[in-house]
Each structure stands twice: as structure tokens, then as C-alpha cells.
């Protein structure tokens, strides 16, 4: 059974810094593309950055320049290390993963999601 298990989240200052982790576990074969989404109060779930397997990224323009993502492919773990926090930042944070678990059969899985929240 495979599992993407967060940490990371917790309250800060504006301003501050606070690095999520992300790492998957279980039987699989390998995973592919791995992202960071967002979810604030009464709003949907938004992508926030991702990563490709090989290392290639992309973000939204609200957090680039202050975010950024990376992976550790030996770990299976995805980091989001997030500066320059702003009170709009907060949300609960979900990783993503497109993890092959058979030959044949590959699935988006979900963190559990951690919160993050900025105090103004």
C-alpha cells in the first residue's frame, strides 16, 4: 500500500520560513511528476509548484521567487521550502505524487495534508 506522509506545517510569523516534506512509502515501481497544493477556507484546492521526475519545476506566480520545490529521488521525498511567508500563504498543504505501483497501473496519490499559517 503506498502512502505520502507530510510534516512540516506549523504557525509562523510573516516573514518567516518553514520547509514541508513529503515522502511516499510502500511497494512501488517508481514515481514520476510530484507537486505541492494548497487548499485555504472556502476555496478549492490550487497547485502551488511541481517537479518532474527529472527535476524540472514550475510555480505559480504568487510564490515564485519565495518557494521552491525539490526532491530527493534515493528518499522518494519531496521538500516545498517556503520564505518570505505572507498571511495569504495560509492554507493546508497537500502532496502530490504519479506513483507507478504496478507495470501496468499508475495513480495520483495524496498526503494527508499539514496546515500552515501566517500571523500578520
Known amino acids: 500500500q503506498v502512502q505520502l506522509v507530510e510534516s512540516g506545517g506549523g504557525l509562523v510569523q510573516a516573514g518567516g520560513s518553514l520547509r514541508l516534506s513529503c515522502a511516499a512509502s510502500g511497494n512501488f515501481v517508481s514515481i514520476s511528476a510530484m507537486g505541492w497544493y494548497r487548499q485555504a477556507p472556502g476555496k478549492q484546492r490550487d497547485v502551488v509548484a511541481t517537479?518532474?521526475?527529472?527535476?524540472?519545476?514550475g510555480y505559480i506566480d504568487s510564490v515564485k521567487g519565495r518557494f521552491t520545490i525539490s526532491r530527493d529521488n534515493a528518499k522518494n521525498t519531496v521538500y516545498l521550502q517556503m520564505n518570505s511567508l505572507k498571511p495569504e500563504d495560509t492554507a493546508v498543504y497537500y502532496c502530490?505524487?504519479?506513483?507507478?505501483?504496478?507495470?501496468?497501473?499508475?495513480?495520483?496519490?495524496w498526503g494527508q495534508g499539514t496546515q500552515v499559517t501566517v500571523s500578520s
Open positions: 517537479i518532474s521526475s527529472g527535476g524540472f519545476t
Open positions: 502530490s505524487a504519479n506513483i507507478q505501483s504496478t507495470p501496468t497501473r499508475r495513480t495520483d496519490y
